[in-house]
């Protein structure tokens, strides 16, 4: 466990962790489980002294059998019967040794110093304590001989190509509020990051060096010069940092948990238990305390937070704002309304069998599909998250003599057998180009820039406009000097790629102008009026999105059965306003085969396409998010129908609904 901890330093950011709640948790992960099997022990002396010898040599059997089961998982490919068997072995013959040989005793005496040796290790000398007891860096001196407001936004996941509309240009109607910023900005459009992980792309960008480590900790002690530390002796900090420390606690109180993270001791003990449970489990589980708590359930609320803080003042201010958006996982329309997804279906990504969270990887075409779907309704909410926060400064005045930087640490990839963050040969373009749009002060007039850039060209770039010495050596150029070439697009190493460096190279190295060239042919969505309908047309039917079934239905064909999962949510009707809309997350079940396509209708007109999966229990299943301008405000009728034949000619056969929705 301490092992496990100590590998993932993240978390202990995410949970705001102090250094008392971290000798709290290595005392309770010490003591807690020893503490109860001692008290059963104790309570069953109590009823039947003989009786306690057997429950000991139960227990410790127990706990031999879990420790087995962990180490053959981890070394082999075992299946749970297998493991099952291993862990039962194991344990039958550590309690058979205790009940038969007193030497078995004194070898239990000795082990039982392990884990506290363990235990000091992790809080004295692991990278966990980088995080909880880090050095204060010292603020460095500079003179700020152009002040300005500093707004920089940094997006989550957000790829360039999710943004443009085909010509190179952002979609504007799917976009409003980047566009109208662009308009009055300088769009970098060639920029690339340096990273296709969170924990390394933020701090380049907020330090202007490239990652040395993908292990390397996202806290002030290992990036002590850095944005925060720059201007921290000048300016007054407003910081929201999501997954990374970097703002000294001199500088930046630290910011309460976000909403879904438990605070300090009590996330810890959440995460760790559930942890424990997937390493003692036989079924094999991602055990990554990674993603647990990489995600923020919560992340528009988190924004107009964010927003609602920012104030007008007479002195210096910074703003920073991570917010993840459009991270993972989707569950945004585009109005911001959460829909809170994935609760009772998959959502098509696979464990690769590296066990991190970014080695997911798309099962099928249209999983990717349906996910990108999602995706780009969650970039539609940023938009608008930065929409709020735009209009924040304009009615505060700050707007105009502000430096605006809106940005994101990677892109995010769509495509089948591909993992999702990690870099392919088939997805380097979408994870490597991002959005990149700063506005100077006082700037009024739009330009698109398209020199090669790199996600650590920001903070000298800000510098410059700022007229701010670089006390300390960055990698990156301020993109106010000269261009420079660079011919080559460099993303690190990292164990979630799916192919790695050439031999003596330490970044991944892929043709800038032929990947640029690529990037600037990509749509969001497909052209159609109105816009909003344009997420929902995926795949090859998706043209059927608001045709009336009738005239399509071929009412003579055999019919499959099948279900709508909770209709409940339909009969009694919506409230479109709703902060919450559960109803646009529509799933159910299919008596049929996999790779089926299927239209969801109500009240006789199609409002959803989707195709039939198979289900990890053997279910074959189907989901879909449902737009809401095509339901009625009141009780809505629900039917499923299979679609059938060619796409510019297709028919709709009815699918009998069973049971309470399910079939």
């Known amino acids: 466990m301490f092992d496990l ?6 978390l202990f950011i995410l949970w705001r962790t102090t250094g008392l709640q ?26 039947a002294p003989r009786a306690r010898r057997w429950v000991h040599a139960a227990l410790l059997g127990l706990a031999a059998g879990l420790v087995m089961l962990q180490i053959v998982k981890g070394a082999t490919a075992a299946g749970p019967s297998a493991l099952l068997a291993v ?11 205790r009940l038969r040989w007193a030497a078995t005793a004194t070898w239990l005496r000795v082990l039982a110093v ?11 000398t692991s990278r966990v304590t980088e995080v909880v007891f880090r050095a204060e860096p010292p603020v460095a001196e500079v003179e700020v001989r152009r002040p300005a407001r500093v707004v920089m936004v940094t997006f989550d996941e957000f790829a360039l190509s999710s943004l443009l509309d085909g010509s190179g240009a952002i979609d504007r109607e799917m976009y409003p509020n980047l566009a109208a910023l662009a308009d009055g900005s300088t769009w970098y459009r060639n920029t690339t990051t340096v990273s296709p992980a969170t924990t390394t792309a933020i701090p380049a960008l907020l330090t202007g060096r490239l990652p040395r480590d993908q292990d390397e900790v996202p806290s002030t002690a290992a990036h002590p010069d850095n944005l925060f530390t720059l201007l921290g002796g000048t300016y007054d900090l407003h910081v929201q940092e999501a997954a990374t420390r970097l703002c000294p606690t001199s500088l930046c109180a630290p910011a309460p948990p976000r909403r879904g993270i438990h605070p300090g001791l009590r996330g810890m003990l959440v995460a760790a238990a559930q942890v424990w449970r997937r390493n003692a489990s036989p079924e094999r589980t991602p055990a990554s305390l990674t993603a647990i708590g990489a995600e923020d359930g919560f992340a528009v609320r988190t924004a107009d937070r964010f927003t609602a803080q920012v104030r007008a003042t007479e002195e210096p201010t910074l703003d920073f704002l991570h917010v993840l958006l459009p991270h993972f996982p989707w569950h945004y329309l585009p109005t911001g309304q959460d829909y809170n997804a994935f609760q009772d279906h998959g959502t098509g990504l696979v464990d690769t069998g590296d066990g991190r969270f970014g080695g997911l990887a798309w099962s099928n075409e249209w999983t990717a599909l349906a996910g990108r779907q999602r995706h780009i309704m969650n970039a539609q909410a940023a938009d608008g998250a930065l929409g709020r926060l735009v209009a924040r400064l304009r009615d ?8 605006i930087v809106v940005t994101a640490d990677h892109g995010v990839a769509f495509e089948a057998d591909r993992t999702f963050r990690g870099v392919a040969t088939e997805t380097w373009t979408d994870i490597a180009w991002i959005p990149l749009i700063i506005k100077a002060p006082g700037q009024r007039t739009g330009a698109v820039d398209d020199r090669p850039a790199e996600s650590i060209d920001v903070l000298p770039t800000i510098a410059d406009h700022l007229d701010v010495d670089l006390p300390f050596a960055v990698d990156g150029r301020s993109l106010l000097a000269p261009a420079r070439a660079r011919r080559s697009v460099r993303i690190m190493d990292w164990d979630a790629n799916m192919i790695e460096p050439e ?33 929902y047309l995926i795949g090859p039917y998706g043209g059927l999105i608001g045709r009336y079934a009738g005239p399509l239905v071929d009412a003579a064909a055999p019919t499959r059965r099948g279900g709508i999962d909770f209709p409940e949510r339909y009969v009694l009707g919506f409230d479109p306003f709703a902060a919450k809309v559960p109803w646009a997350d529509s799933q159910g079940t299919f008596a049929g085969p996999p790779g089926v396509d299927l239209a969801l209708v109500a009240n006789g007109r199609i409002v959803a396409v989707t195709r039939t999966q198979r289900a990890a229990d053997g279910r074959t299943i189907w989901w879909c998010v449902v737009p809401p301008p095509l339901m009625n405000l009141g009780p809505n009728t629900m039917t499923l129908h299979e679609i059938r034949g060619a796409p510019d000619s297709p028919s709709l056969v009815p699918v009998t609904l069973a049971g309470p929705g399910r079939a």
Not at 5 to 10: F, T, Y
């Open 5 to 10: 901890l100590g590998r993932n330093p993240e």
């Open 22 to 47: 971290l000798i709290a948790l290595t005392g309770i992960v010490l003591l807690a489980v020893p503490l109860a099997a001692l008290a059963l022990e104790w309570l069953v002396g109590l009823a």
């Open 87 to 97: 862990g039962a072995a194991a344990g039958v013959l550590m309690a058979t040794a």
């Open 114 to 124: 392990a884990p506290i040796v363990f235990g000091l290790l992790f809080v004295a």
């Open 396 to 403: 505060t005045g700050e707007y105009e003599d502000a430096l």
């Open 503 to 535: 031999p003596g190279r330490e970044f991944l190295e892929f043709d800038r102008a032929a990947g640029f060239a690529e990037v600037l042919t990509a749509r969001a969505a497909p052209a159609a009026s109105p816009a909003w309908v344009r997420p």
